[in-house]
C-alpha cells in the first residue's frame, strides 16, 4: 500500500509540473489517504504482535 502511496505522490509532482492543478491536487489526495492507512495498518499489525507475544 506504500508502494501505491509513492506512486500517486510521483504522479501529483509530475502533473504540478506541467500545470495540471486538478490532478495534482488529486493524487496528492490518495497519496495521504493511502499513507495514513498505511501507517494505520502498521501500528494496528505492531499492537496485535506486542500483544500475541505478551500472551505466550
Do not use: D, K
Not at 10 to 34: E, P, R
Amino acid at each position: 500500500m506504500l508502494y501505491w502511496a509513492v506512486i500517486f505522490f510521483v504522479v501529483a509532482i509530475v502533473a504540478a509540473i506541467f500545470g495540471f492543478g486538478g490532478i495534482a491536487s488529486a493524487s496528492v489526495g490518495i497519496a495521504q489517504l493511502l499513507f495514513f492507512i498505511f501507517v494505520a495498518l502498521f501500528v494496528l499489525t505492531l499492537v496485535v504482535r506486542a500483544v500475541r507475544g505478551a500472551s505466550r
